[in-house]
């Protein structure tokens, strides 16, 4: 009797400190949260932090993010290797017309010119300018009469060309093409695209002739007159680095009429710079006044250029 009494009262002790333990763990770790019936979803942890939430309201007035590229700028200072040639006429009673190479205005020298190009990814402000000038002091082949100053063959004359066009166009781009579409890999590596511009040339020229050492024999006049002209640039980007340019334009208004040719192609090695070669072609005429008063010039500027072009 006395061990079963014993035995009993060991059990009830250990009962009672297993019971004193759990109270101890109930008080010191916080229940875990429930999970509803049926859910499929772990319990989020008791110490995770809650994730932010956005109202609609403030979904629907949230900015979008602006493209910081929207709009790009080139500036492209050129040494252009530049010819005059054509008819030249100056005013004065029994004046002749005369070629630039009879006056030996017509030989290549090293002039500049200069294009800015503000576009984004539709649109195009196009900003152009050159200058040719060219003076000779020489002995006339054969006799002829320039506006009032006649020179006879073996006689010595002065004679100066000077001819300055700006032009300003404004574009759309109606076209693009990704020859790498098809590719898995560096897509967009070749473009080509296709503009179309309107805008303004303004052409400026000046002319003289006199015979050294003779007075009263200076003839000289000048013109500043506008074309409105079309155009069209094509651009092709190849090779990541290189790109070739296209530009044709056309027009005229009142006494002027003009027509250009200007292709290139640049090499790119970083983003912000590229070097540049290319040909150009622009075709003038242009007159004012009649008769003995007239000033017309009929001609072209023509040569190769090389330019830098610097990215912003």
């Known amino acids: 009797m006395r061990m079963i009494t014993t035995s009993f009262s060991l059990t009830l002790a250990l009962t009672q400190a297993a019971g004193v333990a759990l109270a101890q763990q109930a008080l010191v770790s916080p229940p875990a949260p429930m999970q509803a019936s049926g859910s499929t979803q772990p319990a989020p942890a008791p110490n995770a932090p809650a994730t932010p939430t956005r109202t609609a309201g403030e979904i629907a007035t949230a900015p979008e993010r602006l493209d910081e590229r929207d709009w790009s700028v080139r500036i492209t200072p050129r040494a252009w290797f530049v010819a005059p040639a054509g008819d030249l006429e100056l005013p004065g009673v029994g004046g002749q017309t005369v070629t630039l190479d009879t006056l030996n205005l017509d030989s290549t020298?090293?002039?500049?010119?200069?294009?800015?190009?503000?576009?984004?990814?539709?649109?195009?402000i196009a900003l152009g300018g050159s200058t040719s000038s060219s003076e000779t002091v020489r002995v006339a082949r054969e006799a002829f009469q320039l506006g009032s100053t006649s020179v006879a063959a073996g006689q010595a004359f002065n004679a100066s060309f000077d001819y300055t066009t700006v032009q300003a166009l404004v574009g759309y781009r109606l076209w693009e093409y990704n020859l790498d579409a098809q590719k898995t890999e560096d897509a967009g590596d070749t473009r080509l695209r296709f503009f179309v511009l309107g805008g303004a040339r303004l052409h400026d020229v000046e002319a003289s002739i006199?015979?050294?050492?003779?007075?009263?024999?200076?003839?000289?006049?000048?013109?500043?007159?506008?074309?409105?002209?079309a155009s069209t640039r094509l651009q092709l980007m190849f090779a990541r680095d290189f790109s070739i340019e296209v530009d044709l334009s056309a027009g005229g208004l009142h006494d002027s009429s003009t027509f250009d040719i200007n292709a290139c192609i640049s090499y790119q090695p970083v983003d912000w710079f590229a070097a540049q070669f290319g040909y150009r072609h622009l075709e003038v005429s242009a007159q004012s006044g009649s008769s003995s008063s007239r000033f017309q010039w009929d001609g072209s500027v023509a040569g190769i250029y090389a330019g830098v072009i610097f990215k912003f």
């Open 109 to 124: 020298r090293i002039q500049p010119a200069g294009q800015v190009d503000l576009q984004s990814e539709r649109w195009m």
């Open 210 to 229: 006199e015979r050294p050492g003779v007075a009263g024999t200076r003839s000289e006049s000048s013109l500043t007159t506008v074309s409105l002209i």
